[in-house]
């Protein structure tokens, strides 16, 4: 079995995954987004102190399996330096403790693996990763063969959302809650300005938007907000469908997965849907429970890892907050 670590950014989280079934056997979360809330975003120092909290209960609860454990998964990047620490240095104490390597997993790589929990993976695919932290869509031909092919240059997806959330003081994480008042709002009573719409380029990009957003908000008040709250998840999700049509003209999709926090929003699950059917392209997506932050994607990333013989001795694991694919 491999025990699985997941502390990147405001979730402390552990998975015991079987190597020969892919079984997940235990699998436990502690979410910060209360503790967060007041601030309208993470607050990196208190992330990891309460990860230090969390991870040592989590921890306890996985004492049993200890002895069948042939390795410590752990996401070593990216994230928030402070928070990767904390599971980083969990881990390297257990693999100091049973003598056992360390998989450092790629928490990007981990949210396209969250597609193929308890399953066989189904390469290759088309993947659209949104997150908090990205927006990138990804060509995935096999676990240590990943292309990104377009990303955000300035915020992401999951981000802008939080920042809308935010500016409407709503609390966090700001995808769920902007979602859910978008249902009793008009979309179409305002209109904001779709990202690079003119531009050739295929990249992503939200600091406008958020801009926009702004004003409007000052602009309209309080009533408005639920119109403002559809018209921006509106836009920000047709940014997405417009470059993902432009890079399907030449790219036509077989398989297409949309991955990520904010892979959860229905609006664009719906959307993406209809994009594909021209292509007759399956559509793949995670559990809503896997879309977030966890330690099970890790841990299934990690059985792919350990096929490929990638343990690293505990001294040799370093941190990467900002790393690529
Ligand atoms: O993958 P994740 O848990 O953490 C990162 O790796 O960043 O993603 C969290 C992000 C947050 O920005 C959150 O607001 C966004 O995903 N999110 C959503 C939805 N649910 C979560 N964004 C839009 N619509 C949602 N329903
Ligand atoms: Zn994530």
């Not at 993470?42 to 990891?48: C, I, T």
């Not at 040592?56 to 399996?65: G, K, N, S, T, V």
């Not at 119109?227 to 398989?255: G, S, V």
Request: with cysteine.
């Amino acid at each position: 079995m491999i025990l699985s670590i997941e502390s990147s950014c405001d979730d402390s989280s552990i998975a015991i995954t079987e190597i020969a079934t892919k079984k997940l056997i235990y699998h436990k979360k502690i979410s910060q987004e209360l503790e967060h809330s007041v601030y309208g975003g993470v607050v990196p120092e208190l992330a990891s102190r309460l990860h230090a909290e969390a991870l040592p209960r989590i921890l306890a609860e996985c004492e049993p399996w200890f002895d069948q454990l042939k390795a410590i998964a752990v996401t070593n990047e990216p994230g928030l330096g402070v928070t990767l620490i904390e599971g980083v240095t969990m881990a390297k104490a257990l693999s100091i403790s049973l003598n056992i390597p360390i998989l450092p997993i790629n928490h990007l790589k981990g949210h396209i693996y969250s597609l193929f929990i308890e399953k066989e993976a189904v390469l290759p695919i088309t993947v659209l990763l949104v997150s908090g932290g990205h927006t990138q869509l990804i060509e995935v031909k096999s676990y240590s063969q990943m292309e990104t092919v377009a990303t955000t240059m300035d915020d992401s997806y999951g981000e802008s959302f939080d920042k809308v959330a935010k500016m409407m003081a709503l609390g966090y994480p700001g995808g769920p809650l902007i979602e859910e008042l978008a249902h009793s709002g008009d979309a179409g009573r305002l209109s904001f300005t779709v990202p690079l719409w003119q531009s050739p380029l295929i990249a992503f990009s939200y600091s406008g938007l958020k801009n926009q957003v702004r004003l409007a908000v000052e602009a309209n008040g309080v009533t408005a907000y639920p119109d403002i709250a559809a018209a921006f998840q509106k836009t920000a999700t047709e940014h997405l469908l417009q470059k993902l049509k432009k890079y399907f003209k030449a790219h036509p999709p077989k398989r297409f997965a949309i991955v990520g926090g904010a892979s959860a929003n229905l609006y664009l699950r719906e959307n993406v849907m209809q994009l594909l059917a021209p292509y007759k392209a399956d559509l793949y997506l995670s559990e809503l429970q896997y879309c977030s932050d966890n330690a099970a994607m890790i841990g299934r990333a990690a059985l792919e890892a350990y096929a490929l013989n990638e343990m690293q001795s505990y001294n040799n694991i370093p941190i990467n907050p900002r790393c690529k694919l």
